[in-house]
């Protein structure tokens, strides 16, 4: 749901004459599928003060020429590190669906960065240089929000939005849990066994498989021969 507002507002000192003004108000939701859809760029030679007030609605208007019809950009945060400015980005589609922009802003930097007056040092940044998650996982970067609300001001422009953080996160292998899938999960918790065999936990990370007759194997997924066997089933010359 996105609500835009316009409220009139008016001041005085009780000395000089009142001062009115016009401030447009606009609410958007955000849910995991914004979040999931996030795309994160960083700006260099610039400060959120001095985006939000000289180029923020020509990166708007730039990125919305290359969308798809019917689809509206968003700046959901804009974050300062160190002599860095950091954009969390997403596209909202004409069906409410959110997409990412990282395609769009890879495939038109150039332009972009000449509409909007902005010089992009990462087109799509990636905080797992260095995040192995101990050789039992994949890392990610993900966006994730906090309860905490962050404030941006300027002159004409000021942008409030939950916590958002962009980390790195370990996608495990089902044998191990935890930040950097560093911990054994419960040996039969994946339910190893095919084919119905019987997982039996050995200590926190082994097991044994119990087949049955028809399957072999140390997760009972090789057929047994049953013509191989000494028992030889087929009577009188069968085979």
Known sequence: MRQDLEVAVAGSDGIHNAVNSTVRVKVSNMN???LDATTVIRLSGVSAASFLEKRYNSLINSLESKLPSGSSARVLAVQETGDYLDLFLTSRNSDLTYSPVSSTILREKSAIESQANIKIADPDL????GETC??????ESRVR?????DFRTSASLILTSSSLRLEPV?????????????EPA?????????NRGVCVPIGESQFDCMCTDQWTGGRCDTDVNECSGPLQPCLNGGR
């Open 134 to 139: 101990s050789g039992n996982g994949v890392c």
């Open 186 to 194: 419960a040996a039969c918790i994946s339910s190893p066994c095919l």
């Open 126 to 129: 990636d905080v797992c240089a």
């Open 170 to 182: 370990c996608d495990c292998v089902d044998e191990f849990i935890g930040r950097d899938c560093s």
């Open 32 to 34: 995991n599928g914004t």
């Open 145 to 149: 929000a906090y309860e905490q609300l």
